[in-house]
């Protein structure tokens, strides 16, 4: 089967495969550690808090953008895309959705954060599950769009995973990826940026540093920066110049981001690392107020 199926353009058989084995590798890792993050949500009593429900709810978005790799990572081995046009749509719906959420989510933990450690307010279950199906909603609506013609989902360079077309560059791309981005990342960005900022001011003031303020930042842009700079790249060059391994990079980093995720929020918690501890060995933990990390 592979080898009646002709290389993408600008790949060599290493390429392929390597780029497939990562995404493999992201797609499984990312997944069995998000995995474990819901399972011990749903099955330990002590984790079912309202701030680590928004954990819980990053790593459901997660589990899906690990499972959107793995398809991708298949299909990458086959040298093909075996699913047709209409699975194309499906699987660049599904990954958008499953990244315009989690990156809502990261930034929605932040917010939270910054109220846990600087003006000492908790989060209410009522306004945690609110935010979580307004998160959900808001991402479909801007996957969806492209669905209706406002944007298109198609192949990415390797031809075997789908995602928002970049290629054409025209004034239906830029007028749907202005506002997108505008909403569903700058704004994030910022709430990241701003509520790390005050809670590292208040670590300073107080000398108690729970956990490092800076990484949250980091990550975030250490994953989906790149894919910004391309798609913005695209709105005033055309893309296609762009060496086709060069464009990969951006959907193999920003597949990472479920692996950083869980040990930025679930593992790094004190509060969630003493969940996923009892659920994998029975060892009780000791319950705890509030949604310390450490």
């Known amino acids: 089967m592979v080898s009646s199926s002709p290389l993408p353009e600008g790949f060599s058989d290493l390429d392929v495969f390597s780029l497939g084995s990562c995404l493999l590798v992201e797609g499984l890792l990312g997944f069995v550690l998000n995995a474990v993050t819901v399972v011990a949500f749903l099955k330990v009593r002590e984790l079912r808090t309202p701030s680590n429900f928004l954990v819980f709810s990053l790593a459901l978005a997660d589990t899906g953008i690990c499972m959107n790799a793995t398809v991708a990572a298949f299909s990458s081995f086959l040298r093909y895309w075996p699913y047709g046009s209409e699975g194309c749509q499906t699987h660049g719906f599904h990954g958008f959705l499953t990244a315009l959420s989690s990156i809502h989510f990261i930034a929605a933990i932040a917010w939270d954060r910054y109220h846990q450690y600087c003006t000492r307010t908790r989060l209410q279950w009522s306004s945690a599950i609110s935010l979580a199906i307004f998160i959900w909603l808001f991402a479909a ?8 013609g406002w944007g298109e989902y198609d192949y990415e360079p390797l031809r075997t995973c789908c995602t928002l077309d970049y290629s054409k560059g025209d004034r239906n791309y830029v007028s749907y990826l202005i506002p997108m981005s505008v909403f569903n990342m700058a704004i994030q960005v910022l709430v990241v940026m701003s509520s790390y900022r005050s809670i590292a001011e208040k670590f300073k003031k107080t000398g108690n540093s729970r956990f490092n303020p800076s990484a949250p930042l980091k990550a975030m842009l250490f994953c989906w920066l790149p894919y910004g700079i391309l798609a913005y790249y695209a709105a005033v060059q055309d893309a296609t110049l762009v060496s086709p391994k060069l464009r990969m990079i951006a959907p193999i980093l920003a597949k990472t981001s479920p692996t950083f995720n869980v040990f ?7 509060n969630y ?12 933990i000791v319950p705890q107020t509030d949604n310390k990390s450490k």
């Open 141 to 148: 609506f801007w996957a969806a769009m492209p669905l209706f």
């Open 264 to 270: 930025l929020y679930a593992l790094g918690n004190e």
């Open 273 to 284: 690392r003493g969940g996923i501890w009892q659920l994998l060995t029975g060892e009780k």
